[in-house]
Structures are given as structure tokens and as C-alpha cells.
């Protein structure tokens, strides 16, 4: 069963903090991707990666960064929590081509 | 360009019936379609997916039509159930950069 794993289920953290959403897939897929929902905005992609190391900026990528050592693993980090970040935050990853695979999602509230 | 346009925002459907999600896309250089479908409180599922060289596609009760001259597709739900109730995602990517570009979502009630 392929699998997207992300680290938290529900996260709080205060304003100003750095916070580390973790995402680790068991598919060795290239591709992988952070969106944050919203409601009634969808899904809005932030980072991606398609392969160790390399990143590239979605939408909506200030105020983040991302990290992708190995290649099962990619991490958003926001430096500077804020409460604008508050959000549904979904990882996803995919094989060149194919279709997406999502973890539950993270639920981050920012005080 | 990038975006995918996703109509109706909310759909009401009595049990057994067609429910119909409509998507509209501009950029010709997208060649993957795939729709979403996510439950509360979990991530997005593939439900399934087409390419611009077909012009349909069946998986049990769901199929998806697609019209690339007026760059539209569309999911069909025959026979909708009430465990069909879910949020719908349409969605588009493009072979050379593999990004997933998602429409705003439908939420779907199939009435018991």
C-alpha cells in the first residue's frame, strides 16, 4: 500500500516560532509537493521538489522554505510562524507522469 | 494561464442520480487530468485520471469526458450514494515541470 506519512496531525505553535512539517513517502517517487487549503481557496502549492536537493517555488512561497535531503523525505519549514500561516498543510508525491498521493495533512494553528 | 477553473462551488444530488462536476483549463500545454476526491478530515484521493488523447473514461460509476477544442472535462458520478458525499478536486499538470495545478473544489451531498 503506497504510503505519504506527514509527522503531525495537529500542530500549535506561537507567533515567531520556526516550525518543521515533516513528509516522508515509501513509493521513491522523484516528485514531491507541500499545498496549504484553505476553504473556498483549494489548494495552493508552496514548494516543490522533483529531486534530492532541487526545489522549486509554487504559488504561494513566502514565508517558507523547504528542505529535501534524501529523497523519501521533504520538509517545509516556516522560519517566522505567523498567523496568517494558520492552515491545512498537505504533502503529496508522485512518480513522473502520475497521479498524486496525499498524506492526511498537517491542521497548524498559529497563536 | 496556470489556472483550472472549477464549477458548481456546492452540489446538491438525490441518491441514484448523475452528479456532474464541470472544469475548464487554458493552458493547451497541460497533458495530465486527474480528480481528487477528499473526505473530511483526510488528505485528497485519486479517484481517476485522463489524457488529452482520449475523450473519456470509465471506472465503475465514475467517468470523466473531456473536450479538448474547448478545453473543458468533466467528472460524471451514475448512481451517486450518500458515501459519494466528499469534496471533488479537478486538476492539471504538464510534462515538463509535473506540477498539480487544482481547481477550488466541489462539495458534493448525495441526499439519502
Known amino acids: ?111 | 494561464q496556470q489556472q483550472v477553473k472549477q464549477s458548481p462551488q456546492s452540489l446538491i444530488v438525490q441518491k441514484g442520480g448523475i452528479s456532474i462536476i464541470n472544469c475548464a483549463y487554458e493552458n493547451t500545454a497541460f497533458d495530465y487530468f486527474p480528480w481528487y476526491q477528499q473526505f473530511p478530515g483526510k488528505g485528497p484521493a485519486l479517484l481517476i485520471a485522463i489524457r488529452p488523447d482520449v475523450s473519456e473514461k470509465k471506472e465503475g460509476r465514475f467517468t470523466i469526458s473531456f473536450n479538448k477544442s474547448a478545453k473543458q472535462f468533466s467528472l460524471h458520478i451514475m448512481d451517486s450514494q450518500p458515501g459519494d458525499s466528499a469534496t471533488y478536486f479537478c486538476a492539471a499538470s504538464m510534462n515538463r515541470d509535473d506540477k498539480i495545478i487544482f481547481g477550488k473544489g466541489t462539495r458534493l451531498h448525495i441526499l439519502p
Request: net charge neutral; aromatic share 12%.
Open chain 1, 1 to 111: 500500500d503506497v504510503k505519504v506519512t506527514q509527522s503531525s496531525r495537529y500542530l500549535v505553535k506561537r507567533t515567531g516560532e520556526k516550525v518543521f512539517l515533516e513528509c516522508v513517502q515509501d513509493m521513491d517517487h522523484e516528485n514531491m509537493f507541500w499545498y496549504r487549503q484553505d476553504p473556498g481557496l483549494g489548494l495552493r502549492l508552496i514548494y516543490f521538489s522533483y529531486d534530492v536537493k532541487m526545489k522549486e517555488k509554487g504559488d504561494i512561497p513566502e514565508g517558507y522554505s523547504v528542505s529535501r535531503e534524501k529523497k523519501e523525505r521533504f520538509s517545509l519549514i516556516l522560519e517566522s510562524a505567523s498567523t496568517n500561516q494558520t492552515s491545512m498543510y498537505l504533502c503529496a508525491s508522485r512518480s513522473t507522469l502520475g497521479g498524486g498521493f496525499f498524506g492526511s495533512g498537517t491542521q497548524l494553528s498559529v497563536l
